[in-house]
């Protein structure tokens, strides 16, 4: 997945499958994690966020599905 970099102290960059409704994040400590069954809408509003990690906890951490990629 192609991910878009972001300017976060806690994201490094972010990539969405709209057919597939996956999020992948990748932390700045190097770590990708994908998140399963997120709506197109919180894709665009983490990337428009002012603050990508705030967004991220806010509206992403505990609410999908996830995985870390290795």
Known sequence: MR???VDS???RSAG????L?????EFTSG???V????????HRELMAAESHGRYFVREVRGRYA???LT
């Open 3 to 5: 991910r878009q970099a």
């Open 9 to 11: 102290s806690a994201l």
């Open 16 to 19: 969405y499958d709209a057919a």
């Open 21 to 25: 409704l996956v999020l992948e994040l």
């Open 31 to 33: 770590h990708v994690y």
């Open 35 to 42: 998140y399963e069954a997120v709506p197109g809408r919180v």
């Open 66 to 68: 996830y995985r870390r």
